[in-house]
């Protein structure tokens, strides 16, 4: 069973700090994962698609990373904002079947002013 | 505007009582699926679909139910509401062919049974 694990589970930075949110995995047969960004009281906003065949993707200020051997994928934020706070979750789909997610728990990111 | 939508955003049911979150897409998505999002226990799949007709369960699948009559409707019953329901309901589609953009959720229904 696929377990995805985020580490830290709060952040608090100031505004212009560079940072990197871990997400963890425990099977490496993955056919892509998905990181996704969560105001409070709201849905979810897909930021990055990394599929298995691809290292990172970038959009903007943010790059994510994907180490499949290794069961890891990284998200940066370049310059940190405040409106860049939120809870920011990862996600797996399972090889051959892109059909379903497993999250992790996410990480809350406070950046002040 | 393309996208998932969920209907109704809040709701408060009595024990025992059911009811129908709804969940349509204009995307032509091929997959579906419905998450519980609860405190400390992030995002879990109760039910998904990969086309009409065809319907599987995930990690929660107790108490709920699901149908796939269309591709762009996918409606998730609480048969008999427990307090233990009470969540927040989120329904996703994507398609499977990648390179595009994955999965999208709707903006979720707020359940409360008391």
């Known amino acids: 069973k696929q377990e995805v694990t985020q580490i830290p589970a709060a952040l608090s930075v100031p505004e212009g700090e560079n940072l990197v949110l871990n997400c963890s995995f425990t099977d490496s047969a993955i056919y892509n994962l998905q990181w996704f960004r969560q105001d409070p009281g709201k849905g979810l906003t897909s930021l990055l698609l990394?599929?298995?065949?691809?290292r990172e993707q970038t959009s903007g200020r943010l790059n994510a990373s994907l180490d499949k051997s290794s069961g890891r994928s990284t998200l940066y934020i370049a310059a940190s904002q405040p409106g860049d706070s939120a809870t920011y979750l990862c996600a797996a789909s399972p090889l051959y079947s892109g059909s379903r997610l497993t999250f992790g728990e996410g990480t809350q990111l406070t950046v002040n002013p | 505007n393309a996208g998932v939508t969920q209907t109704p955003k809040f709701q408060v049911l009595k024990t025992g009582q059911s009811m129908t979150l709804q969940c349509a897409q204009d995307?032509?998505?091929?997959?579906m699926s419905w998450y519980r999002q609860d405190p400390g226990m992030g995002l879990r799949l109760i039910h998904y679909s990969v086309g009409a007709g065809i319907t599987d369960q995930g990690e929660v699948p107790n108490g709920y139910n699901v149908s796939r009559s269309t591709t762009e409707d996918f409606p998730l019953r609480l048969l008999s509401a427990a307090p233990s329901q009470t969540s927040v309901y989120f329904c996703?589609?994507?398609?499977?062919?990648?390179?595009?953009?994955?999965?999208?959720f709707g903006s979720g229904t707020r359940l409360t049974v008391v």
């Open positions: 990394i599929q298995s065949s691809q």
């Open positions: 996703a589609s994507s398609s499977p062919v990648w390179g595009l953009d994955g999965y999208t």
């Open positions: 995307m032509n998505h091929e997959y």
